[in-house]
């Protein structure tokens, strides 16, 4: 049973383009939302997060919009480049800080 | 300052044999946590080690194993290996609580 689901599973944008990525969870207890970017052969690094107690987070040309009564988030990437080409992850906290991760999504930004 | 190094890189194994992987963890960090990703997935939690003791564990069964040791440096053991046992084994370490988890490169494993 996946916790946290992930949509699209893939994405292409040009250049200056405004790639959205969306996550839906059902479980409550939930109380961290990171995101994570992966390039191949490496491992995911962390991008941004937010709790549930806020609606919105910026950092840089990173963004999460974040709806507690839906039990969504979704991640918005300003102004994309090519060197933002990577899967990106979605993960939920819960527990003793175990996180739940996403299917991941393949960005690809044509130049 | 190092961030989270993990050893090997790559390594390959035959079904049946046993795997030690090794990862330390950001300096600071006394907690460490393991995930196993398999290819075009997302990271699966294996277990999570916290004062030298298993803190809490995910759904694998018990030929996976840990150990954490006092310089919060961390193994993960792998018995009786299967061919779906093929995957990048993450570590990640964070501060005691419910704190950011920084991941390492991974070890890829492949299992023949």
């Known amino acids: 049973q996946q916790q946290v689901k992930q949509s699209p599973q893939s994405l292409i944008v040009q250049k200056g383009g405004i790639p959205i990525i969306n996550c839906a969870y059902e479980?409550?207890?939930?109380?961290?939302f990171p995101w994570y970017q992966q390039f191949p052969g490496k491992g995911p690094a962390l991008l941004i997060a937010?709790?549930?107690?806020?609606s919105e987070k910026k950092e840089g040309r990173f963004t999460i919009s974040f709806n507690k009564s839906a039990k969504q988030f979704s991640l918005h990437i300003m102004d994309s480049q090519p060197g933002d080409s990577a899967t990106y992850f979605c993960?939920?906290?819960?527990?003793?800080?175990?996180?739940?991760f996403g299917t991941g999504t393949r960005l690809t930004v044509i130049p | 300052d190092a961030g989270v190094t993990q050893s090997p890189t790559h390594l390959i194994k035959t079904r049946g044999q046993q795997v030690t992987l090794r990862c330390s963890p950001k300096s600071g960090h006394d907690t460490v946590s393991w995930y196993q990703q398999a290819l075009g997935q997302g990271p699966q939690f294996i277990f999570q080690y916290y004062e030298e003791e298993e803190r809490q564990r995910g759904n694998f069964p018990d030929r996976f194993s840990g150990h954490q040791f006092p310089n919060y440096s961390s193994e993960l053991n792998v018995n009786a290996l299967l061919l779906g046992d093929s995957a990048l084994y993450l570590c990640?370490?964070?501060?005691?609580?419910?704190?950011?988890?920084?991941f390492g490169p991974g070890t890829r494993l492949t299992v023949t």
């Open positions: 993960a939920a906290r819960a527990g003793a800080n175990n996180l739940f």
């Open positions: 990640a370490s964070s501060l005691s609580g419910p704190t950011a988890q920084y």
């Open positions: 937010i709790r549930p107690d806020v």
């Open positions: 479980n409550t207890a939930f109380d961290y």
